[in-house]
């Protein structure tokens, strides 16, 4: 029931939001904001099965790709920084530099490197989301509590097994923090990497239809994009929730105690 209400919640802004949309829109002759029942007309004869195999499908696996392998480099970098503080020392005034870089402006130089293939926007994705992974987890792994490092030492927990069993676990929920931040990044990522020298992906097709003045469809496929980003929300949040039942079962207990 919890699940459903959760739900419910989450759906009312955007019902709310529509709504709203297709009553505003309903009369509208202009030719670049048409009404919301022209935009869902073109939503379905433009987004079959064919054309998301096409688009949809080839965005979402580079999404994931680039996801995956700034997780996976953040968090490795990130429990590196954090547990040396000579290296925090060397390594912080570089990263900070290299956040303060969009990605956007790196992807003409990227394409230098890495071509115009699906390497280039995966790069750009990993070169997007890393940092706030990165970050998160240096200052996750930063504020492990001591007396736990110690007790676990005088287990004899050490090594890979005290990283795995003890620094990771306590740094979670900040790990958690930057993960959440970099997937919203990395779906924009995703559109503007294709919005460069590309054949197919949402950010693509979107382009081809503004400059084709194909504007009901363009709309359609902004609509999808948001629907999108919102699945990919709720999914990560369920997936969060459960990874991290402990810890909001711990938040609970000191509440109540």
């Known amino acids: 029931m919890n699940v459903l209400k959760r739900t419910a919640l989450a759906l009312a802004l955007p019902f709310v939001l529509f709504a709203g949309w297709w009553v505003l829109s309903a009369d509208s002759e202009n030719f670049y904001s048409p009404p919301l029942s022209a935009i869902l007309t073109a939503f379905g004869d433009t987004w079959t099965l064919d054309r998301i195999r ?59 490197f890495a071509g115009i293939g699906d390497a280039m926007k995966v790069i750009v994705i990993v070169f997007g989301c890393v940092w706030p992974i990165l970050l998160n987890t240096v200052e996750g792994v930063r504020a492990v509590d001591g ?23 306590s740094a979670s929920p900040q790990i958690a923090a930057g993960l959440r931040q970099a997937l919203s990044i990395a779906i924009i990522l995703m559109v503007i990497s294709e919005m460069f020298a590309a054949s197919n992906g949402l950010g693509f097709t979107i382009v ?37 039942r402990w810890y909001e079962g711990l938040r609970a207990a000191q509440r109540s105690g």
């Open 208 to 244: 081809q239809f503004q400059r084709g003045f194909e504007i009901p469809e363009m709309w359609s496929g902004i609509i999808l994009l948001g629907m999108l980003g919102f699945g990919l929300s709720l999914l990560f949040r369920l997936a969060e929730r459960r990874a991290l």
């Open 147 to 169: 007396v736990v490092l110690e007790t676990a030492r005088s287990y004899g927990v050490t090594g890979p097994a005290r990283i795995t069993h003890v620094i990771l676990p």
């Open 54 to 112: 096409a688009d949809v499908l080839p965005s979402l696996l580079r999404l994931f790709a680039g996801f995956l392998l700034a997780a996976v480099l953040g968090v490795a970098a990130g429990v590196a920084i954090g547990l040396n503080r000579r290296l925090r020392a060397v390594a912080e005034p570089v990263l900070e530099f290299f956040r303060a870089v969009p990605p956007p402006v790196l992807v003409p130089v990227i394409m230098l």
